[in-house]
């Protein structure tokens, strides 16, 4: 897995908005998840046990992340993907919180954080984004 920390800031963002509309739009664990870098306790976001067709989409501004088609049980409590829908959404950072260093992803478009990616998923990428459901709204398949 290559980082890539992104030169991309706030300013380059095509999804730019201040704190204060953030937090009119985000409900208080989304602001505190996709503003903050928080994380929701495992087992507890609607979408880790969840099995429809579709596409998961940032909750910040609605750019396509994930498809249903990625998802699988890892058995963290977290949705578990292995692969991003298109990986010029999504930025990874090094992320040395916490006593650890793990890749933040976060993105592109908005600069919420959603969550990490790690080197033991399923083939075909061996990657597995742990991302928080609260950072997704999900589009159902047609």
Known sequence: MTIQNSETTGADRPVQKTDDEWRAQLTAEQYQ???KAG???AFTGQYWNHHDDGAY??????AELF?????????CGWPSFFEAADDSKVERR?????GM???EVL???CGGHLGHVFEDGPLPTGERYCINSASLNF???E
């Open 33 to 35: 998840i996709l503003r």
């Open 39 to 41: 994380t929701e306790r």
């Open 57 to 62: 989409t940032c909750a910040g501004c609605g």
């Open 67 to 75: 498809h249903s088609d990625s998802k699988f049980d890892s058995h």
């Open 94 to 98: 090094v992320d040395s919180s916490h």
């Open 101 to 103: 260093r793990r890749t």
């Open 107 to 109: 993105c592109r478009a």
């Open 139 to 141: 589009r159902k398949g």
